[in-house]
C-alpha cells in the first residue's frame, strides 16, 4: 500500500535556527507531493507542492527519487512557524495520502 | 471570497443514532472530497465527487457511511447507527479540478459516546 512517513511527532527548535521536517513516501511512480500545513485553530492550508518549485514562507522542499523523500527545510525558524505539518503525496491519483504529522514548536 | 464552510463543527452523537454532516464547497468547484481524520493521524481519503457524480466510494470504512451531491455542489456525508470507532474530524475538500489545489473545511468533529 502506499504510504507518507514523517517519522518525528514532534520538532522542537529555537528561533533562529535551521529547520527540517522529514517525509518520505512509497510509490514506485511519479506521484506529486505536497506539504500543508495547520495553524493553530485554522484549517489545514496548502504551504508548498514539489511541481510549483517555490520557496513560500522562506521553506522550500526538493524531491529525492532515489531516497524516495520530500523533506520540508526552512534556514532560519520563526515564531510564527509553530504549527502543524503534514506531507502528502497523490500516489499518481487524485487520493491524497497524508502522513501522521509533525508539530513544530519554535521556542523564543 | 468564502472558502469551504462545514456544519456542524462539532456534533455528539450517542452511540447507534445517525448523523449527516454537510460541506458547502468554493462556488464554481468541480471536484469535493471528504477525509477522515482519527486523532493523532493524518487526513485518511473516503470519497470523490465530480459534479454530483460520485466517482469513487473506496474509503468509506463501511456500508454504514453514504456520502451524496445531488446538485453538484453542497454534498453531505452520513452516517448511519454510529459506533465509537467512527469518532473522528470529518474534512471536506473542493477543487477547481481533479488535479488542482485541495481547499479544506475546518472539519467536523464528531464524538460518539
Known amino acids: 500500500a502506499q504510504r507518507v512517513t514523517q517519522p518525528e511527532k514532534l520538532l522542537s527548535v529555537f528561533k533562529g535556527a535551521p529547520v527540517e521536517l522529514k517525509c518520505n513516501y512509497s510509490y514506485s511512480g511519479s506521484p506529486e507531493l505536497f506539504w500543508y500545513v495547520q495553524y493553530s485553530r485554522q484549517r489545514l492550508q496548502l504551504l508548498l507542492r514539489h511541481i510549483s518549485r517555490e520557496s513560500i514562507k522562506g521553506f522550500t522542499a526538493d524531491l529525492n527519487k532515489g531516497e524516495t523523500s520530500f523533506h520540508l527545510k526552512k534556514p532560519f525558524a520563526q515564531e510564527e512557524d509553530s504549527a502543524m505539518y503534514y506531507c502528502?503525496?497523490?500516489?499518481?491519483?487524485?487520493?491524497?495520502?497524508f502522513g501522521t504529522g509533525t508539530r513544530l514548536k519554535v521556542l523564543a | 471570497g468564502a472558502g469551504v464552510s462545514q456544519s456542524p463543527r462539532y456534533k455528539v452523537a450517542k452511540r447507534g443514532q445517525d448523523v449527516a454532516l454537510r460541506c458547502d464547497p468554493i462556488?464554481?468547484?468541480?471536484?469535493l472530497f471528504w477525509y477522515q481524520q482519527a486523532l493523532g493521524q493524518g487526513p485518511e481519503f473516503l470519497t470523490y465527487f465530480q459534479n454530483e457524480a460520485q466517482l469513487d466510494k473506496s474509503g468509506l470504512p463501511s456500508d454504514r457511511f453514504f456520502a451524496e451531491r445531488p446538485e453538484g455542489s453542497v454534498s453531505t456525508l452520513k452516517i448511519q447507527r454510529t459506533q465509537k470507532e467512527d469518532s473522528a474530524v470529518y474534512l471536506c475538500?473542493?477543487?477547481?479540478?481533479?488535479?488542482?489545489?485541495?481547499?479544506f473545511g475546518p472539519g467536523t468533529r464528531l464524538t460518539v459516546l
Open positions: 475538500a473542493s477543487s477547481l479540478g481533479v488535479h488542482n489545489e485541495q481547499f
Open positions: 502528502a503525496s497523490d500516489s499518481g491519483t487524485y487520493k491524497y495520502i
Open positions: 462556488s464554481g468547484h468541480v471536484s
